[in-house]
């Protein structure tokens, strides 16, 4: 009996054992935020997070890609706890389908589209009739059912009346920095991007400005998913990103923030 009775003791103390390790390791899981992000945002948004994780010691992950391409995945059962689309349509299309916590959309940046070349080519863009002319060849934007990006460039070139003209010269990227790199690879002439994306290489040369008037203003909202298993958190990275240190790094990257 006093065999059977030692046994049993130890059984239960290894069991103490092991939930208490396991209540300890538990403690030492960082906690975790999931943000899906349009992907003009991954240069500005990765030193964001390096700070917000020195200030709460909360890891930040990112999902970086087209936003039309993050909304399909939201809407196939993707988890995220914050999402952050380079124009309204998509969190209008998530909010249509109650993915959204209510009342958590706040509007953080605006945006530009300008026209750029390679830095070595010889062609000037007077207006936007420049486009159709012979010299230029081929002219990369978003695909415009998938990037934002290309949504904004086609509302210009319609704008214009140039989306049917160019029709034979357009190549389509499947984010925005697919479609600046088929400049700086020289596989065409032009590509219509954000102003922000000129900062990413020294190889590029901004040709024209797109007026504003000629397409939707570039809005990007940011919003709390009603699933997230850490709302609270979610809120407090969002209204981060809205600090003046934040607006800081935006800035630098040429982001125009929203106050």
């Not at 909202?221 to 209204?239: C, E, G, H, N, T």
Request: charged share 20%; aromatic share 8%; hydrophobic share 45%.
């Amino acid at each position: 009996m006093h065999r059977i009775f030692k046994s049993l003791t130890t059984i239960y103390l290894l069991s103490v054992f092991a939930t208490l390790s396991g209540c300890a390791t538990d403690k030492q899981k960082p906690i975790e935020l999931s943000v899906f992000a349009a992907i003009s945002l991954t240069d500005a948004l990765g030193e964001i997070g390096t700070a917000f994780t020195a200030e709460t010691g909360a890891k930040v992950y990112y999902n970086f890609e087209a936003s039309t391409t993050l909304q399909r995945q939201l809407e196939k059962g993707a988890s995220a706890d914050v999402f952050i689309s380079a124009s309204p349509r998509q969190v209008i299309a998530l909010e249509t389908n109650g993915l959204l916590e209510v009342g958590s959309r706040h509007d953080l940046l605006t945006n530009r589209l300008v026209l750029v070349s390679d830095e070595t080519a010889r062609i000037s863009v007077e207006t936007p009739d420049s486009l159709a002319m012979p010299e230029i060849s081929r002219i990369a934007i978003g695909h415009p059912n998938i990037v934002p990006a290309g949504t904004y460039a086609k509302e210009a070139l319609t704008h214009f009346g140039l989306w049917e003209i160019l029709q034979s010269k357009l190549i389509f990227g499947m984010d925005v920095r697919a479609t600046l790199a088929y400049v700086t690879a020289g596989n065409v002439d032009i590509a219509i991007v954000y102003k922000t994306d000129t900062t990413l290489t020294e190889n590029i040369k901004v040709l024209y400005a797109l007026p504003s008037e000629a397409y939707t203003p570039i809005i990007y909202p940011a919003v709390v998913m009603k699933d997230s298993l850490r709302k609270q958190l979610a809120r407090r990275f969002i209204s981060y990103l809205q600090s003046t240190q934040s607006g800081e790094v935006f800035e630098k990257h040429g982001f125009t923030f929203l106050d």
